[in-house]
Structures are given as C-alpha cells and as structure tokens.
C-alpha cells in the first residue's frame, strides 16, 4: 500500500513537470526589436544635429542601430530635432540658491521613407534625468552636463523603440 502510495505521487509529480514543459515550450516571447537575422533596423540617414545634446541623441540612434547614420544606399531619412528645459527642483534657504535640478529633453522625429517621402512615423517623446547642484562652479556645469548626457541617451533609446517598432510591422 506504502508502495503504491509513492509510485502515484512520483507519477503525478511528473506529469505535472511535463504538462508545464509542454506548456513553455509553445511560448514564444521575443524582443519587439529583434529579428531572427539581425538586431540592427534598415539603414536610415539620420539629420544632421543642430547642438551638442541633439548629438548626442543622434550618436546613440547610430550605436543603437549598429553604426549606420549617413548612409548612401538608406531607405528611410529620420529627421530629428531635440531640446532642452533645465530647472531647479529643491530650493535650498534664503538665498534662492537651488541644490538639485531637473534636465528634460525633448524630442520631436519623423521618419520617412526616402524614395517618395512617405511619413511612416512621427511622435514627440521626452526623457529626464535628476541632478544636484554642488557649491563649486566647474561641478556645476559638469552636473548639468552629465545629466545632458543621461536624459539624452535615454531619449534615444526611446525613440530607437518607436521606430522598431514602425519598421517591424
């Protein structure tokens, strides 16, 4: 009886191991950005940048996208254009001296196909990255800089993910 007992336990616990591996094995969840043949999107001619941090936007498309920014033979032409909004967050005492900042930028694309101009995509996104506000001036400007640097990338990223998106469907 003792036997019998352990052997149907046994038999339930592995067919209640195979039902899940059966069941996992039908999933099949993948990246939106990712494709059986490569990460990287079609090459897409990226605007020039008007100012540092739009370069920096437009440098992390091309590593996003594997290097291809200004290519000859693109098929799509990404027009980009990015801003800025900096602002104090935590005023620190009488003197209306703030210790922590926000940087916000925002970007506005529109990607069109390059052999008759067709709009295949355009949006608005925005990012933002925290920072604080040290005493001394040169700490100060690279704060800011480095935040510049976060919300831009980020920014990028964003953006790289909308037209994954548009280029998959």
């Known amino acids: 009886m003792l036997l019998s007992n352990v052997l149907s336990r046994e ?17 099949q ?34 590593f996003l996208n594997g290097g291809s920014g200004n290519q000859s033979a693109s098929d ?13 967050v935590l005023d620190s005492g009488t003197d209306n001296n703030f210790s922590a900042g926000r ?3 925002n970007g506005t694309y529109k990607l069109m196909k390059f052999s008759d101009g067709t709009v295949i995509r ?8 925290l920072y604080d ?22 920014l990028a990223e964003l953006i790289y993910a909308d037209l994954a998106i548009a280029l998959r469907k």
């Open 11 to 27: 038999a339930r616990r592995i067919s209640f191991v195979a039902g899940f591996v059966s069941i996992l094995a039908g999933c």
């Open 29 to 62: 969840v993948t990246p939106l950005y990712n494709s059986a043949t490569s990460s990287a999107l079609p090459a897409i001619e990226i605007s020039d940048a008007d100012d540092r941090l739009e370069q920096v936007v437009r440098n992390q498309l091309v």
């Open 76 to 88: 799509y032409k990404l027009e980009l254009n990015v801003t800025r909004s900096a602002s104090g």
């Open 103 to 105: 940087m916000v930028a």
């Open 122 to 129: 355009e949006g608005k996104r925005s990012s933002t990255a």
């Open 133 to 154: 506000l040290p005493d001394q001036e040169f700490s100060k400007i690279r704060a800011l800089r480095d935040a510049e640097d976060r919300a831009g990338r980020e």
